[in-house]
């Protein structure tokens, strides 16, 4: 498969053994909203995969969701994958993008982790998703920005994403709000809520862009990997 067509970005696959593991050598110099749509891409592909679809359905089936409750449906993955027994939350100490088949084996990973087998299990059925980044600005005010607005949010130490859900395959949908990193309900949002069970979302003194190279900021740092390999991002894939 042309991974570098997929994913809009250059890639090469590093050999490690299974899972197979590629980096992305220019992501580290794109912007946050590029970032945003190189995941959403890795999430669309293994959407489009009919193996997802049947985990999203026995998923939703065995919730007792009925046919086109597309709002049940959207709720019943959700707290699947909040459920810690189906993925384990963990922080990473260097960051790496997960497959969400890798996700679904492993049953563990970060806020990007699953947001991405969220997104995909969503899109494996129709369900309109898209990504939401937060964090707090200069003054310690809660921050969002979703994939697709025009306006990219400026001075912002963003340290957290999740997701909106469409509830309707077709025409406009009405949006949710996702956080599949704790037990709340379909709707809940970190930025409209009280933000206490996300440490990373707790006021501390405002780290800011210094230090960091032009149009980059910390949510962009953070999806760069650590010192073994030197500002790629590292992509755990699927075995073939």
């Known amino acids: 498969m042309n991974w570098a067509g997929v994913l809009g ?7 490690s053994g299974t899972p197979k ?9 794109y912007q946050d909203p590029k970032k945003i749509d190189v995941i959403s891409k890795i999430a669309e592909n293994a959407g489009r995969d009919p193996r997802m679809a049947t985990v999203a359905v026995n998923i939703i089936r065995a919730a007792n969701v009925k046919p086109r409750d597309y709002k049940g449906q959207a709720a019943a993955l959700l707290a699947w994958v ?4 189906n993925v384990y939350y963990v922080n990473e100490p260097d960051e790496r993008l997960q497959d969400p088949f890798y996700t679904l084996k492993v049953k563990y990973g970060d806020c990007d982790d ?39 949010p400026s001075n912002v130490d963003w340290a957290h994403i999740y997701l909106m859900i469409g509830d309707r395959p077709y025409g406009t949908p009405n ?5 599949p990193t704790l ?10 809520n009280n933000a206490s069970a996300l440490p990373e979302m707790q006021q501390r003194e405002f780290a800011g862009t210094e230090g960091l190279a032009e149009g980059e900021t910390r949510f962009g740092a953070k999806f760069a990997a650590g010192a073994l390999l030197a500002g790629v991002v590292v992509l755990l894939w699927r075995s073939r």
């Open 9 to 15: 970005t250059p890639v090469q696959q590093i050999e």
């Open 175 to 179: 949006w949710h709000y996702a956080e």
């Open 183 to 192: 037990r709340v309900p379909l709707g809940w949002d970190v930025v409209a």
């Open 21 to 29: 593991v590629f980096d992305l050598p220019a992501f580290d110099g």
């Open 114 to 152: 699953v947001a991405i087998l969220l997104y995909s299990m969503c899109r494996s059925i129709r369900l309109p998703a898209r990504l939401v980044i937060s964090g707090l600005d200069k003054r310690g005010k809660k921050v969002r920005y979703h994939q697709g607005d025009r306006n990219f």
């Open 82 to 85: 909040q459920d810690p027994k």
